[in-house]
């Protein structure tokens, strides 16, 4: 971007990219009304970044889920307290790791293809061919991304939470023999819609938000080379992850 | 066409697959499972310490959840906790001479509203007050009397306008169950 005009150092550098990003939010965002006229583009997109994401998402939420429920089986039975371990689960499900795990492997499976699809776009002059043919880029390849993934990530979430309730119910339950209905009535008097469900609702809009900008801005600024798209691709993963867990830091401490 | 087709209905899929979870998780595994109860009456009781009880707290006849908790305010006046127990109309022939207590489940667990049916003929309804009510047992002050070992005062509980069988000669020490 015609933003990045020779920087003095690395520093600046960054500086400078972390402008260009906060700019390119408000371009997006600048572009969405205008996007709303390729609706079809933004549901392929949500069927791609988020329908695709699915099996993945749920093999790591069941997972995430039995291994939970083994671990803290295994410390609570210290304390005598294994009951609470339907809350246990579910609350660090809800509040932290559903968001953030989901979030952490939507950068790797969706982010990453965004950023190489948009990027070898850009190589390729796919984009000002666009731009030549009056059709805005940033509505109609940029935004409609940025929306699924928005649209996608809570959903994704959920799902994720879902099956890791039932992993840590198979371990929990089924195989360790904790008591079905104490695991449940556990569960269900401690955890709470607005405080505990939604907060990881937000939480994963926000994600949502900041990895598919970081991944559209990474494809969309990358240098027209073979080369520049592979780093444009690996900085999506490291930067959304960065961002993820630092935005959950900040949310966490706003919301509690 | 059958291209479009199909990923249309895989993003419908997702979307409701997605809020299907969302619905799952907010109804099944959180406090508003707890909510289906439908109609209930409000009765009220007053401590002199409620201890940890929280909103929506149950409310356990013989260990069975009958309801929960629906409101604590404390009372300007007074400066005693009125707690106001939503209890499921299905249990209407609790009688009206009941008493309540705040206790806590395990040694760590949450704290909740006992009810020990009475004998009377007569049964609770909407508003009714119990007048027989026992506090929160508060750890500390039990150990703060064992420590000291004489009459640390009227702590425990809060008997109304009758006055709890017990409290007279056994004042040191916190009535048990």
Redesign the interface.
Known sequence: MSIVRKPPSRLADSLAQIGACGIFLFRILGAVPLSLRYL?ET??Q???V??MS?VIIMTCGLFVGMVLGLQLYHTLSI?G?T?ALGTVV?LSL?RELGPVVTALLFAGRAGTSITAEIGLMRATDQLDAMEMMAVDPLAYVVAPRFLAGI??M???A??F??LG?LGAHLVGVVWLGLDNGTF?SN???????WS??MTG?WKSLAFGAVCTLIATFQGYTTPPTSEGVAYATTRTVVFSSIATLAIDFVMTAFLM | MAQRQSFQIGTGLFILLGFAALGYLATQTTSLANYRQGDSYAIKARFTNIGQLKLRAPVKIAGVRVGSVGSIVLEPDKLDALVTLSIDKRYDKIPDDSAAAVFTSGLLGDQYVALQPGGSPDNFKNGDEIVLTQSSMQLEELIGKYLVGGDAGKTGDKAGAKPDAQSGEKSGKQPTE
């Open positions: 079809r549901v392929r949500v069927y791609f988020g329908a699915l304390f307290g009951a579910a809800y649209i996608a809570p959903l994704l959920c799902v939470n879902a309730i449940w569960m269900t008097s401690s955890v709470d819609v505990d469900v609702v």
